[in-house]
């Protein structure tokens, strides 16, 4: 049998090739379906930020120096980083940019300049003078006490009975294991003298306590009282920084009439605006043992404040030379000197912020220094002769420069060294 070929028994097709073809699959609705249409490539992705403006590679290449630098406009770097994951030669580029940059520079701190509040309280004060201002002897009691209070309020309440270790000088190294409240106590019943010397309410002590003048005595029976008193270090903060504003209050209403009130110690006594000085070291000096003990980074004073307590330490040298003296602790011979007349000298330069040179009578305190007597030049970092005389560094072991008789200088840095007390 011969004739046309049908598909499917539809009929003719135009490919008469004579060959039977296999019917096509049909879909759902049953209509036959064609062979399969070519598929589009995938677009691509769409821009995690639609809204940037275009750039061409070239402006983007030349963006990346900026951006490593983090000088780029907001656009900008959103543009470069979109860049960088499409492109492998800039993502390099980038990389070797950024630590390029990080040898420009340390990384900075979190925490805060610690001279900040005094440029800050400098600056404003320039322009408007306080109508009541803190005399500039007890300016540097209000910066270390300020510097202090910060420190605890950084630390926390969980740090107040961290173990400090205090150290001085008696004729040889003296330390006493202590709690961080322990410490702000014994600054708080010192800071009490003044507070008596300016007739002002004691808030140093527990009620009926009486506390000799001694301040290590006095440190003591505090000591002693409060192991049975169950104040908490928010507490002692509070006691402490209380009465170092009210100090501050008093003599900043009582005008330069109060630099001259006598402050007793009980072994000596100091005019107020030495004692401020003396207060204001001794801040400083706590402050880094709590900051040493929970490994705090804890900076010197600012140089002007320094330089006051230097020249406090300077000026009772003489004074401590002649007790050396007296006890038969001296190397050096005495030489008798008239009050008011010159006498041997020594030349105590002290480098660094807040240095300066002093001249030092040797065989009186009331003897006249005179660089034409001088028998002895020392010379000593300014951060240094303070640890010195806070009995944190030995005679012995102070890098010191020196020319002249050995003999004196030994005994002024010893004297230097028993300026330390607890």
Not at 150 to 162: F, P, S
Request: with cysteine.
């Amino acid at each position: 049998m011969s004739g046309p070929a049908y598909r499917n028994g539809d009929g003719p097709q135009d490919q008469s090739d004579g060959l039977p073809r296999v019917p096509n699959q049909r879909d759902q609705s049953g209509t036959p379906r064609g062979f399969p249409a070519p598929v589009d490539p995938p677009a691509p992705p769409p821009s995690p930020h639609p809204g940037l403006p275009p750039y061409d590679h070239g402006t983007l290449k030349s963006l990346l120096g900026a951006w490593a630098l983090a000088v780029c406009s907001r656009d900008e770097s959103l543009a470069v980083e979109d860049h960088l994951t499409d492109c492998a030669a800039c993502a390099d580029e980038a990389l070797r940019l950024r630590d390029a940059v990080r040898l420009l520079h340390h990384d900075d701190s979190l925490d805060l300049d610690p001279l900040l509040r005094a440029r800050v309280l400098e600056g404003c004060l320039g322009r408007r003078p306080a109508r009541i201002p803190v005399p500039e002897w007890a300016g540097p009691y209000d910066a270390e006490a300020a510097r202090l209070d910060a420190l605890l309020r950084d630390l926390g309440d969980n740090y107040w009975q961290e173990p400090v270790e205090l150290r001085w000088y008696d004729g040889a190294p003296v330390t006493r294991k202590v709690t961080v409240g322990q410490v702000i106590a014994h600054l708080a019943t010192v800071d009490g003298l003044l507070a008596a010397a300016l007739d002002l309410p004691g808030t140093d002590r527990p009620a009926g306590l009486d506390l000799p003048l001694d301040p290590a005595g006095r440190t003591d029976a505090l000591w002693t009282a409060q192991r049975t008193a169950a104040e908490k270090g928010a507490e002692l903060r509070d006691t402490w920084r209380g009465q170092s504003h009210t100090l501050l209050r008093t003599v900043s209403f009582a005008g330069g009439g109060a630099a001259g009130i006598g402050v007793d110690y009980g072994s000596f006594t100091l005019p107020l605006k030495d004692a401020f000085v003396d207060r204001a070291f001794e801040c400083w000096i706590h402050a880094g043992d709590i900051a040493e003990a929970v490994a705090y980074p804890y900076d010197p004073p600012a140089p002007r404040n320094l330089n006051r307590m230097i020249d406090l330490a300077a000026r009772m040298l003489p004074t401590a030379l002649a007790v050396r003296r007296r006890d038969g602790l001296a190397d050096s011979a005495a030489r008798l000197a008239d009050a008011g007349t010159p006498g041997r000298s020594l030349l105590l330069d002290i480098e660094g912020a807040g240095g300066g040179r002093w001249c030092l009578p040797l065989d009186s305190p009331g003897a006249v220094a005179s660089q034409d007597h001088t028998v002895a030049q020392v010379a000593l970092d300014g951060v240094e002769f303070c640890q010195l005389a806070a009995g944190h560094l030995e005679p012995e072991r102070i890098a010191v420069g020196q020319s002249g008789d050995r003999a004196v200088i030994r005994d002024v840095l010893y004297a230097a060294a028993s300026l330390s007390r607890l």
